[in-house]
């Protein structure tokens, strides 16, 4: 049955350009060829039996972490005055639309180029559009931010967060122990940055455990070799 409709849409495509579409006779071998030549294509590739199989965007499938974003919420409360921007960025973060999310944040660095929250809020979706990787235009986002906010704990917290992803243990734990020295005893991300340093103590330890164990394993002969007592 989908043929039947298929062919009868066509006919009356057709039927349309001739009568009220007022194609002249020269164009009706042509148009009429061209339609067939469609219908064939779709008769070769289609498949109009199989269920529909929506798809979401590519972007949709990275969903942020929502603890991140209430993270840097609590951390930038009081170094810029994009609030407005930063709650239509956070949204599209939420949805895991990280490009979308940073073109809005570039527009509006380009309104309020000394917003250190913003530039922090850029960091993070260039960090997310990437996957957690550290690139050169979040790094340079992120000591943008913290140029302009010295006292900004935004910018070493999400930094290292990015540099312990991507597998720069020592170098986020520098980030880390330097911001939580400095951090109020009070601060309401405090808690949980001590539980992250922790956290990445043990796995440094654990990877020097790992290579301590590697460099005194004996040395085991190459497959096909004879060993020196025999």
Do not use: C
Request: hydrophobic share 50%; no cysteine; charged share 15%.
């Amino acid at each position: 049955m989908t043929w039947v409709f298929i062919l009868v849409i066509a006919v009356l495509v057709l039927g349309v350009m001739i009568f009220v579409l007022k194609l002249p006779r020269t164009g009706w071998e042509i148009t009429a060829a061209a339609l067939l030549f469609g219908v064939s294509g779709y008769a070769l590739q289609g498949h109009p039996g199989l269920a529909g199989a929506p798809q979401a965007p590519v972007e949709n499938a990275k969903l942020a972490d929502q603890t991140l974003i209430k993270e840097r919420q609590q951390m930038g409360a009081a170094f810029g005055q994009g609030q407005s921007w930063l709650i239509l960025a956070d949204a599209l973060t939420r949805q895991g639309q990280f490009g979308a999310a940073s073109e809005i944040l570039r527009k509006a660095i380009a309104k309020s180029p000394n917003d250190a929250d913003l530039w922090v809020a850029l960091g993070n979706t260039l960090v997310g559009h990437t996957d957690g990787v550290m690139t050169p235009a979040a790094q340079f986002a992120f000591q943008k931010a913290a140029n302009i906010a010295p006292d900004h704990p935004g910018p070493p917290f999400f930094m290292g967060l990015a540099l312990a992803q991507g597998g720069r243990l020592a170098e986020a734990r520098a980030l880390w122990a330097e911001l939580l020295a400095r951090s109020p005893a009070d601060a309401p991300y405090r808690a949980d940055l001590q539980e992250r340093l922790q956290r990445l103590d043990s796995m440094i330890a654990e990877q020097a455990q790992m290579q301590g164990a590697v460099q005194g394993a004996p040395a085991v002969p190459p497959p096909g070799t004879k060993s020196s007592q025999q």
